[in-house]
């Protein structure tokens, strides 16, 4: 089992004032733990835009972290999407998560801008005629729902993959079997870049339980019953939260995972709580 994993954190662009202090509250909390890159989340429908620019160039102007931007299909053309990325490129922003992107608020199913890039492989290809960026891309170890069976959501990740993604990073799961079958899945596929499992501490069950039916991501019996009760209990949910989410870093690291993408929630006590718990500690940044 590797001593001390690579870690990476999501974060996402705050509404208001308040959320912006909480925003770098938590950059500053989780930056001595020396993740290997840190992403800001792009709004469906491209809602978070502006804020999200303004996120990740601030993060690569004043911070020693390395800043990657989400950026999905998602309301732009071809154009409009490439001038984003140019201007990224001239900010110092050399990573992009790349996404296909879900619908814009309203609509039911996603349907491709006209004139944009149709999916998270064409937009791959894109930013590979722009510029030589590290380019991660998503994958789902229980399938992701628009996709009609596990061969044609693999076959997509391989598509996303020899367009010229770099690194893929899983949605949420809570039971180690799932990303260990899935990484079996993507070798035997052919799949040879790394496959980051993405950790989601879980602060609100309920919350989690209805996104989860949203994004094809199975919620356990176990963990049901581990969170009943405690909606008026903040303290206990969240000793409950790191015990479980790092259980499971655990687990994987014990079958060779040695890298980790935390989604924040732009809540720092909880992903600290966790790395302290996998081996990292706040001073290794500062020492190296």
């Not at 690569?60 to 071809?78: F, I, K």
């Not at 061969?151 to 039971?175: C, H, M, P, V």
């Not at 899945?185 to 339980?209: E, R, S």
């Not at 499971?248 to 809540?267: A, I, P, S, W």
Request: glycine letters at 8%; proline letters at 7%.
């Amino acid at each position: 089992m590797s001593q001390t994993p690579t870690v990476s954190f999501e974060f996402f662009p705050p509404k208001d004032a308040d959320g912006e202090a909480k925003l770098w509250h938590t950059v500053s909390r989780l930056a001595p733990y020396g993740p290997s890159f840190v992403s800001v989340t792009y709004g469906a429908g491209g809602s978070t835009r502006e804020r999200t620019s303004r996120i990740v160039k601030r993060l690569a102007r004043e911070s020693a972290m390395t800043p990657a931007a989400h950026l999905t299909c998602v309301g732009a053309t071809r154009d409009e999407v490439d001038a984003i990325v140019r201007d990224w490129r001239a900010a110092g922003i050399h990573h992009i998560v790349a996404l296909r992107g879900d619908p814009p608020e309203g609509a039911e199913t996603y349907t491709p801008h006209p004139g944009g890039y149709a999916n998270a492989a064409e937009l791959t290809a894109g930013l590979r005629r722009i510029g030589d960026f590290e380019i991660s891309v998503g994958a789902y170890p229980e399938v992701h729902p628009d996709s009609a069976s596990r061969s044609a959501d693999l076959d997509n990740l391989k598509r996303k993959i020899d367009a010229g993604a770099t690194r893929a990073i899983t949605q949420y799961f809570f039971e180690a079997e799932t990303f260990l079958r899935f990484r079996d899945l993507c070798a035997d596929a052919g799949i040879t870049v790394p496959i980051v499992p993405g950790i989601l501490p879980v602060t609100n069950f309920k919350t989690v339980v209805r996104f989860s039916k949203a994004c094809g991501a199975k919620v356990p019996d176990w963990m049901a019953e581990l969170f009943d009760g405690l909606d008026a209990d903040p303290e206990t949910r969240q000793l409950v939260a790191a015990s479980t989410a790092s259980d499971l870093c655990l687990k994987l690291m014990e079958e060779g995972v040695g890298d980790f993408h935390f989604y924040t929630l732009n809540r720092p006590q909880l992903t600290g709580a966790i790395c302290r718990r996998l081996g990292l500690r706040p001073e290794m940044e500062a020492a190296a």
